[in-house]
C-alpha cells in the first residue's frame, strides 16, 4: 500500500515557537518600512526647507515677481510685484553695500519702496519674505540707477537756513510718511532729541516734530529694523553708551525709543548693514575710547538687537562704513582713525547728500546720505573744501550743513 498523503484541507498547526516568530515579523516589518520610507523622503527634500523661491510647499509665506527697474540719480520710486505676498509677517530688503539709499518691503502688498538711489549703477536687490514661524522665501531683480545729463558748471541755489536745536549733530535722508518725497532725520546733540522735517518735494520742509532720543544724540542711520516697510530710526547715544531704535508708523511718527547697550565707550557713529547674512538689518557702532572699539549688534528683524561684541581698532575712530570685501558679500567697516584726516568726500554748506565732484552731474543728492554732521560751515579753495569755524548756535540757531569732524576734504 502507498503512503497516505495528509489532508491538504486540515489547517496546519504552529507550534508556539513558530506562532511567536510570526507575531514579531508582523510587528517589526511595518516599523522598518516606515523606517526606510522616511529616509528615501528625507534625501529627496531640500536641505533647507524653511527657504523657498517663491513657492509654498509647506505652507510657508509666498512672494510675487518683480520687474527689473530703472530710475534716475537720487529719485524715487515703488517696485510692486505681480502678486502680493501671502503668509507673510515681515519683510527684509537688501542689495549690495556700494548702494547708499534706502530700501523697504511692504508685508502687506510686497511693494519694495526705494529712496534717495545713489550712488549710479546696476544692483541685485534681494527680497525675503518671513512667516510667524521663521520659513522664508526669496525673490531677486535688476535696480538700475541712471545718471542724468551732465550740467557744468555745477552749481546751488541760496542756502535755506532751517531752525533747529542747540547743537545739530547728525542728518539722514528717508521718506517717513510714504508720500515719495524725501524727508530729513537731525539728531541734536543737547536736547537728546531726534528732529523729523518732512519733504514738500520742491527742496523745502515743514516745521520739525520731535522725538526723543537718548544722552547727547550723536548720529543717526534709517533702516527697517522690523521688516514692516516703515522706515525706522537708530539714534546712537554718546553719554548713555546706548543705541536707541525708534519704529516707525509710516506717518512720519515715530514710537518710543528702545535703547541698547553698546558696550564700553562712547557711540559717535552708527551704520546699518547685515553682518550675519540672515536678511536682517544690524548695527555697528564706533565708539570713541582708547583704544577704540566698533560695536556690532545683531538684529533679530522684529526690532530687537543681541548684546554687543566689541572689536577693538585704533585710538578714537572717527568714521564707519560697511562695505563688501569679498566676492561673498563678508562685511567690512572701513574706519578714519584721530582728529585729522584726509578722506575723498565733497562736503560744503549745502547738506552734504547734496554735493558731487566738480565735472560730473548736477543732480541732487548724488553722493549720498550725509554722516556725523554738525555745525560748522564751509569754504571752497583751488578745489579743497575746508572748514571754518564753527557757527554760533546761540546767536543763529540754524542748522547749515556740514561735517563737525576738523577734516581736510578733497
Known sequence: ??????????????????????????????????????????????????????????????????????????????????????????INVSTSTDFKGTLAGDPTTGGVRVTNAHPAGIYKVTVRAFDSGGATA???????????????????????????????????????????????????????????WLGDGTGNFRHPRLFLAGDNAASVAVGDFNGDGKQDLAVANRDSDTVS?????????????????????????????DFNRDGKQDLALVLNSSPGRVSILLGDGTG?????????????????????????????????????????SCYATAPVSQITPAGTTCSRFSSGTAENLGSVQYNVNNG???????LD?????????????????E
Not at 504552529?14 to 516568530?21: A, P, V
Not at 525708534?246 to 557713529?269: E, I, K, Q, S, Y
Request: aromatic residues 8%; charged residues 15%.
Open 138 to 196: 526669496t525673490k531677486r531683480f535688476a535696480l538700475t540707477v541712471t545718471t542724468p545729463v551732465t550740467c557744468l558748471p555745477v552749481g546751488f541755489a541760496r542756502a535755506i537756513n532751517y531752525v533747529t536745536g542747540d547743537y545739530p549733530h547728525s542728518v539722514a535722508v528717508g521718506d517717513f510718511n510714504g508720500d515719495g518725497k524725501q524727508d530729513l532725520a537731525c539728531c541734536d546733540y543737547d536736547s537728546d532729541v531726534v528732529a523729523i
Open 245 to 273: 531704535i525708534l519704529l516707525g508708523h509710516g506717518n512720519g511718527r515715530f514710537r518710543l525709543p528702545t535703547n541698547f547697550d553698546t558696550g564700553f565707550g562712547a557711540p559717535d557713529l552708527v551704520a546699518v548693514g
Open 1 to 90: 500500500m502507498g503512503t497516505q498523503r495528509p489532508n491538504m484541507r486540515q489547517p496546519i498547526q504552529l507550534n508556539t515557537k513558530t506562532r511567536s516568530r510570526a507575531s514579531a515579523f508582523q510587528i517589526i516589518f511595518p516599523i522598518a518600512l516606515s523606517f526606510f520610507l522616511g529616509i528615501l523622503l528625507a534625501s529627496a527634500a531640500p536641505t533647507n526647507p524653511k527657504e523657498t523661491f517663491g513657492q509654498n510647499p509647506l505652507g510657508g509665506p509666498t512672494l510675487g515677481n518683480y520687474p527689473d527697474t530703472s530710475l534716475p540719480l537720487s529719485s524715487d520710486t515703488t517696485v510692486t510685484p505681480d502678486a502680493p505676498p501671502t503668509n507673510t509677517t515681515s
Open 393 to 409: 548756535s546761540t546767536s543763529s540757531n540754524t542748522n547749515q550743513l556740514g561735517t563737525n569732524r576738523d577734516k581736510r576734504y
Open 384 to 390: 579743497l573744501i575746508n572748514p571754518v569755524r564753527p
Open 304 to 344: 530687537n538687537f543681541t548684546a554687543p561684541t566689541n572689536f577693538t581698532v585704533g585710538d578714537q575712530p572717527g568714521f564707519v562704513a560697511v562695505g563688501d570685501s569679498m566676492p561673498m558679500a563678508s562685511k567690512i567697516l572701513p574706519l578714519l582713525m584721530g582728529p585729522q584726516t584726509t578722506c575723498r
